[in-house]
């Protein structure tokens, strides 16, 4: 299985986390993919993003991951920037 690069020319939603310097938490992979995936279908008529199984980041095991070409990073980003945003305004109303 390839590893998660984007000198291949390809990058993830994980990917970009690391990247950015994130906390990593399955909410965040999920809520940014979820954004990310309705981003993708916007731009591309409605169609999925294309899926490749990869190997689990933690762990043993594999999974089918949406892979973006590496021109879709900054989307990305700005999608996690966004709901780090979001997430940092949350915490100061508690």
Do not use: N
């Not at 999925?48 to 879709?72: C, D, E, N, V």
């Amino acid at each position: 299985m390839p590893a998660t690069t984007a000198t291949s020319g390809q990058t993830t939603v994980r990917e970009q986390i690391d990247r950015l310097g994130l906390q990593y938490s399955k909410d965040l992979h999920w809520r940014a993919g979820s954004l990310c995936r309705e981003a993708w279908r916007r731009e591309h008529e409605g169609r999925l993003p294309p899926k490749q199984l990869r190997r689990k980041t933690l762990g043993t095991g594999s999974h089918m991951f949406a892979i973006y070409p590496a021109s879709f990073a900054p989307t990305i980003q700005q999608v996690l920037q966004g709901l780090q945003a979001v997430d940092e305004a949350q915490g100061r109303l508690f």
